[in-house]
Each structure stands twice: as C-alpha cells, then as structure tokens.
C-alpha cells in the first residue's frame, strides 16, 4: 500500500517551453502533497505544501507564478515549471500523505533537463 | 523556522563495522523524525521513524535514538553490508505539517 507515481520520470525540454509533472496517490487519498527540488549532490529542498481544492502555500525563495501547483484531486496534484531555464534542471520528488498521518509516501522522482 | 543539521557529510566503514550518522534540530515543536534512505536517482526510502514520546526504536541492525532535552537523534547501522551505501537524510516535522531535511551523509561500506 501507500504508493505514490510520478510522470514522466524523465523529461528533456527547451529554454522557454513549460512542462508539466504529475503526481499520482494510486491506492490512498492524499490530502496533502509535497513538492520537493533536488539539486545534485544536496537535500531535498520543499517547494510546496498542496492540500486537495485549496491553493499551494510556497516557501520562501519559491516563485510561484514559475511553479504552478494543482492539487484538483485526492489523488493528483501536478507542478508545472513554466517558461523553463537551464537552472530549472533538477531533480523533482512528490510526497503524499494520508490524513492526519505523519508520513509522507514518496513519488520516484522527475529528473528535468532543460537544454 | 525549524533547521536541521546532520553529521558527517561522508562516512566509510569497514563491511561489518557500525555506521552512526546524527543530527541536531532547532525547534522544540518537532515531534516526529523520519530516517530515509537515497540511492542514486532514486526516491527517498522511510528506514526506520521515531517520535517524541520515545527515547529508542530498533528495527534488526538499524537503530534510532533520540534526545529530546538535547534536540538530537541518531542513526545507528550495525553489522553494515555493502548494500547499505547509500545517502542518508534525516528529518524533522515541523509543526505537524512539513519535513526539513538534513543535508544529508553519504555512507560507503568498503568490501
């Protein structure tokens, strides 16, 4: 139980374009979704906490007009980098949790390549 | 905010020998930390848990403790293998809500 899948695992865009990434919740409702960043060789970095019909909260340093979050599910919330620049490339993780649980379930991860 | 320290950055043993990974936290509100596990490319793996109420949890050769007068809990890997190396996160629940992560020890079981 408890997975989580994100898609595509890897993607390969141009300066400029946006992507989208999703992340699913396949055998549980995720009431609340975590996105996190992942540069090489360092933490992983929270985005944004996204509860299911309401808007994402950012962290700070976090350009929301940039990632945009959609959380219109309990089982699927997307991140959308728009607009996309080399520095966007990077390694980006979901998390889901149940409830009023604890733990966070991780999704595989979406390595972003921006040429 | 809640900030996270983790020491060391990078740890190699001996296969065999034990592997101690700690980490400090800042907040007094944290109540529940996670350990996980990173290979390569890979998602984080929940390892073992522990929460505040308890001062120790054990899982076959993984063990956490935790200080909570101190703010700092750790990982304690016996008998290690070389399937245990990996990068090691450590992290913090804050307010209930969201994790912060250490930064992170890179472990290296040599053979």
């Known amino acids: 139980g408890a997975v989580v899948s994100q898609h595509p695992s890897w993607v390969i865009c141009k300066s400029g374009t946006s992507v989208k990434i999703e992340c699913r919740s396949l055998?549980?409702?995720?009431?609340?979704m975590f996105w996190y960043r992942q540069f090489p060789k360092q933490s992983l970095m929270l985005m944004a906490t996204s509860n299911e019909g309401s808007k994402a909260t950012y962290e700070q340093g976090v350009e929301k007009d940039k990632f945009l979050i959609n959380h219109a599910s309990l089982t699927l919330s997307t991140l959308t980098v728009t607009s996309a620049h080399p520095e966007d490339s990077s390694f980006y993780i979901c998390s889901a949790r149940e409830g009023r649980g604890d733990e966070q379930y991780f999704g595989p991860g979406t390595r972003l390549t921006v040429t | 905010g809640e900030n996270v320290e983790q020491h060391p950055s990078t740890l190699s043993v001996q296969e065999g020998d034990s592997a101690v990974i700690k980490c400090t936290y800042s907040d007094s509100a944290s109540n529940y930390f996670p350990w996980y596990k990173q290979e390569l490319g890979k998602r984080p793996q929940l390892i073992i848990d522990i929460r505040s109420n308890v001062g120790e949890k054990k899982d076959q050769r993984i063990a956490v403790t935790l200080n909570k007068t101190a703010k700092h809990f750790s990982l304690h890997i016996t008998e290690t293998q070389p399937e245990d190396s990996a990068v090691y996160f450590c992290?913090?629940?804050?307010?209930?809500?969201?994790?912060?992560f250490g930064p992170g020890t890179r472990l290296s079981v040599l053979p």
């Open positions: 055998d549980f409702q995720a009431t609340t």
């Open positions: 992290a913090a629940l804050y307010y209930g809500q969201n994790f912060v």
